[in-house]
């Protein structure tokens, strides 16, 4: 059973920088790729950014140029830099789990989810 547990979120004025993390345990071989998805109150969970075992990422258009995700396969860690933040960043983030080989960042293709953290974003 695959487990994640994010780290890293908290508050920051808008323009500065946080860094997230999701420890990944359990057989993740049928899980290919591995993603952020994030969910403000009264809204609905949107995907962020994605990454494949091959290394393919992809991004919502929102944060391209601004957001980074990466992988460590060998620590089984999943991270994202997040850089410029705006206020409308401002949401509980979600690690997650796929088995689709090639990225993607639609909520519905995404199995396993972590408890989420939380990143205020302030003006």
């Known amino acids: 059973q695959v487990q994640l547990v994010e780290s890293g979120g908290g508050s920051v004025l808008a323009g500065g920088s946080l860094s997230l993390s999701c420890s990944v345990s359990?057989?993740?071989?049928?899980?290919?790729?591995m993603g952020w998805l994030r969910q403000a109150p009264g809204k609905a969970r949107e995907g962020v950014a994605a990454?494949?075992?091959?290394?393919?990422?992809m991004y919502a258009d929102s944060v391209k140029g601004r957001f980074t995700v990466s992988q460590d396969n060998a620590k089984k860690t999943l991270s994202m830099q997040m850089n410029d933040l705006e206020p409308d960043d401002s949401a509980t983030y979600y690690c997650?789990?796929?088995?689709?080989?090639?990225?993607?960042?639609?909520?519905?293709?995404?199995?396993?989810w972590g408890q989420g953290t939380r990143v205020t974003v302030s003006s």
């Open positions: 997650a789990a796929g088995r689709w080989s090639v990225a993607s960042i639609y909520p519905s293709f995404y199995e396993v």
């Open positions: 359990g057989d993740t071989d049928d899980f290919k790729t």
């Open positions: 990454i494949d075992r091959n290394g393919r990422t």
